[in-house]
């Protein structure tokens, strides 16, 4: 592989050329390289430090080069950033899950911020993007929800554009009007249940410690035949890891045909943990297809390292942030600090903040690089780099 210096000025010279094909190319190289010598040994970080966002730079290099910047040049530049935008409509939730975050800080989204968020994100270069709900619990403000996705449909059509939906909810408020209107709009739900009735009341507590498993049950039940596409998320932990297998057999069990199992960010995993979360996948894939239920895990990519991926993510308060921390910081308004980006109104071009997978490991080494944090990061990019190596499910 090229050096990093060489590859960006081949990118700088093909940009300036209109070879925007070959200038796509070499920043993905380019992109690999260094998040390969970073994640190698992340000490290196100050000597790669010019490449953290170095599209920027060559940007203005272009610029003042007298290179005309037209949509396909940058189109080419901010190829590798992510097309969807995270809304953060409310921090309000009946649940006080173990690993939570984002509720401990009260916040609902005013309608103003909302459409502010949609038009950044359509005003932006894509033909294609995406609009995620989340919270808190984001059916608490159904009412922004509906009102958001509404305008967000009318002003792509308007453009010639397509907005996709996608809200992720801990299921316990699920009115009929609801399920209308994401089979209306083609929303995807992400319906988060770690299991079975003691795993999902270990991990995921309601307020006052009441038992709700019964109304989860129920609303899975609603939603399995309101003709809305989903899937079904459980969270692995560090505890749960040798119950893969059950857990799967459970939710399958309940009649869910997409099951996605995530293993938990911002836990240190063992040598033996992780050998069970290996093993437990590997039985789970070859256990989907007798059940004849999609293991999302194997049908479609996941970016591995999970750890890096990254939101650009409107807060109730019209702050931008990436979500790069959330995993990993226990304090949301510490890590909100930290992972910044902007506000709306002074945000600029939406993908001019596109972030590769360098850049977000760059951010949380720069963050995180020493102490318990650190151990915890590299253990996850370790994870994942093995799970993106070789799915387990491919040894079989
Ligand atoms: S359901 Fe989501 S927002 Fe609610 S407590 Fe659990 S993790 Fe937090």
Redesign the pocket.
């Known amino acids: 592989m090229a050096a990093p210096r060489t590859l960006l000025q081949d990118a700088e010279a093909a940009l300036g050329q209109g070879g925007f094909g070959e200038a796509r190319g070499r920043l993905d190289e380019l992109d690999r390289s260094v998040l390969l010598r970073l994640s190698r040994d992340d000490s290196r970080l100050e000597q790669l430090r010019p490449y953290v966002f170095y599209r920027r730079a060559l940007l203005a290099r272009l610029r003042a080069r007298g290179v005309r910047v037209g949509p396909e040049l940058l189109r080419a530049l901010f190829a590798a950033g992510s097309p969807r935008l995270i809304l953060l409509v409310t921090h309000a ?5 173990a ?2 975050r ?2 401990r800080y009260p916040g609902r989204m005013s309608p103003q911020t909302a459409e502010a968020g949609i038009r950044w994100l359509l005003g932006g270069l894509r033909r294609e993007v995406e609009l995620q709900f989340f ?3 984001p059916l608490l403000a159904f009412d922004v929800v509906r009102r958001a996705a509404s305008l967000a449909a009318r002003l792509a059509a308007r453009a010639g554009k397509t907005a996709r939906f996608l809200l992720t909810t ?1 299921g316990l408020s699920l009115p009929d009007a609801a399920l209308d209107f994401f089979r209306e709009q083609g929303f995807r739900l992400e319906f ?1 249940c770690d299991g079975d009735y003691s795993t999902q009341l270990r991990q ?1 507590r309601a307020a006052g410690g009441r038992d709700y498993y019964a109304r989860l049950a129920r609303n899975l039940e609603r939603l399995r035949g309101a003709g809305v596409d989903y899937q079904v998320i459980a969270v692995l932990t560090p505890e749960n890891v040798g119950r893969v297998e059950e857990e799967f057999r459970y939710l399958a069990g309940l009649g869910h045909r997409r099951i996605q199992l995530n293993y938990a960010l911002g836990r240190f995993w063992n040598a033996r943990q992780e050998a069970a979360l290996f093993a437990g996948m590997r039985r789970v894939s070859e256990l989907a297809g007798e059940l004849g239920v999609e293991f999302i895990n194997s049908s479609s990519q996941r970016r591995e390292p999970v750890v890096l991926n990254s939101e650009l993510t409107v807060d109730c308060d019209g702050e931008v942030f990436r979500e790069t921390g959330v995993c990993l910081e226990e304090d949301f308004r510490g890590m909100k600090s930290r992972f910044l980006v902007t506000r709306l109104g002074d945000a600029g071009l939406f993908d001019a903040h596109a972030s590769t997978q360098f850049d977000n490991l760059a951010l949380l080494v720069g963050a995180y690089g020493r102490g318990r944090l650190r151990r915890i990061l590299l253990n996850n990019l370790d994870l994942g780099l093995r799970f993106d190596r070789r799915p387990p499910w491919e040894d079989a």
Request: glycine residues 14%; contains cysteine.
């Open positions: 939730c009946q649940l006080r899950c690993y939570c984002v509720r919270g808190g619990e801990n988060s995921r």
